[in-house]
């Protein structure tokens, strides 16, 4: 396995996921109003056929 270039193909997945993450998130707060002004937000991360389950929580206030 080629270190290198497996680091390279998480990098370039992890910002495809993040760009279009924010783009997403950001879309659905124009879109919906929050009335206690935050937002709950859970990232599943998966890879099929691997018992990989990873889940992110976090809340962001908007303003």
Same mark, same amino acid.
């Given at each position: 396995m080629d270190e290198d270039? %497996?680091?390279?193909?998480?990098r +370039? *997945? %992890? +910002?495809?996921?993040g760009?279009? @993450?924010q783009r997403e998130i950001e879309r659905i707060v124009r879109e919906h109003k *929050? @009335?206690?002004g935050r937002l709950k937000l859970r990232m599943t991360l998966t890879a099929e056929g691997t018992p990989l389950e990873h889940i992110v929580d976090a809340e962001i206030p908007i303003a």
């Open positions: 270039a %497996l680091n390279m193909a998480i +370039k *997945f %992890l +910002k495809e996921v760009v279009t @993450s *929050f @009335s206690d």
